[in-house]
């Protein structure tokens, strides 16, 4: 297998099935208890059930601008074939979300130049307590699976506790980790750690920073600062600016998504806590409204607990 035929390969493992099947089970029942009310003595798709809809996909976190997206569709489906049981509404509501999603954003991450970098530097991104170590130890465990030599930076300096914690993970999955003393410059950090991974012929380096979202310029700055030390060592580092949102946020995960997106330029999201949450509608309307694609879901708090996301398989398993 080539260096990152890893990422191309689609995840359709019985395993990983049903961990997505379990970690969306609170955004499915509160949806689908929704929608049962919202078509409660109806029999067929009219203006009350189409009102009662818009409110259920707002409510789970779509986002207004998507929810009329779909609403529009169902909509335009509903004049043409007249008459459409409300029996068939979750079917009609799960194809035309797939679509919604695939016209939207074809930009998928399989169209990303993965193999062509050694090392692939991917520079994570995200306010405090979204799962940005989490989420590394989580891919550091999934890549080194595939035989990839990974190495973390630990360029969090912000609390003295962050830089354990990546230790921590970097213990329990086996890969190296670069580290200096709480406080220590986060630049410097990434230095190091992109340094050290040329010379020891690394194939990922992936560097946790600090989530202080004080305010766009200075969050600039702090991002462009470490964007700028690694280019020194590796021209084009970071390949992958990875933005992790905590699904369970709702709305916050959007704000947070359009805040960072205008600082520094993400081409990847993580969505993390879907399985803690009743909202993962938010990765409806996040797939929807950025054009950038959502790589990776967390569905647990363990090291297994990450998955490639695929927008298909998602929504089936949402509507199964
Ligand atoms: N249930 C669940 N918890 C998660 C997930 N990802 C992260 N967490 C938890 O969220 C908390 C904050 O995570 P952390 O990685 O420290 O966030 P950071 O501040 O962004 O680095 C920790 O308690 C994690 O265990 C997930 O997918 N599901
Ligand atoms: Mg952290």
Redesign the pocket.
């Known amino acids: 297998m080539g260096l990152f035929d890893f990422f191309k390969k689609k995840e359709t493992a019985p395993e990983a099935q049903e961990a997505l099947d379990k970690?969306l089970e609170k955004t499915k029942e509160g949806f689908f208890s929704k929608i049962t009310k919202a078509v409660a003595g109806k029999s067929t798709i009219d203006d009350d059930v189409l009102d009662n809809l818009e409110e259920v996909l707002v409510t789970s976190d779509v986002g207004v601008s998507t929810t009329l997206k779909i609403i529009d569709r169902v909509q335009s489906r509903v004049a043409k074939d007249k008459y459409l049981s409300t029996a068939e509404l979750n079917h009609l509501l799960r194809d035309e979300i797939q679509l919604l999603l695939a016209e939207n954003n074809s930009n998928d991450f399989r169209n990303f130049e993965y193999g062509q970098h050694k090392p692939y530097v991917i520079m994570v991104v995200?306010?405090?307590?979204?799962?940005?170590?989490?989420?590394?130890?989580?891919l550091a465990h999934k890549l080194k699976k595939e035989n990839l030599k990974v190495v973390l930076g630990a360029a969090?300096t912000f609390r003295a506790a962050?830089v354990d914690?990546i230790k921590l993970w970097a213990e329990r999955v086996g890969v190296r980790v670069v580290a200096q003393a709480m406080g220590s410059d986060p630049a410097s950090v990434a230095f190091d750690t992109l340094q050290s991974a040329v010379a020891n012929q690394e194939d990922v380096v992936i560097i946790?920073t600090a989530?202080r979202l004080h305010n766009k310029v200075g969050l600039m700055n702090e991002l462009g600062k470490i964007k700028n030390v690694m280019q020194k060592v590796v021209p084009n580092a970071p390949h992958e600016i990875l933005l992790?949102l905590?699904?369970s946020t709702g709305q916050n995960a959007f704000e947070q998504c359009k805040q960072f997106t205008e600082a520094t330029d993400v081409n990847a999201l993580a969505i993390?806590?879907?399985?803690?949450t009743a909202k993962g509608g938010v990765v409806i309307g996040i797939s929807d409204q950025f054009k950038i694609p959502v790589k990776y879901?967390?569905?647990?708090?363990k090291m297994d607990?990450?998955q490639l996301f695929d927008k298909k398989e998602f929504i089936n398993s949402l509507f199964k």
């Open positions: 970690g995200g306010v405090n307590g979204v799962g940005k170590t989490t989420t590394i130890g989580k969090d962050a914690q946790d989530g992790v905590d699904g993390t806590k879907l399985d803690g879901i967390g569905v647990g708090e607990d990450l």
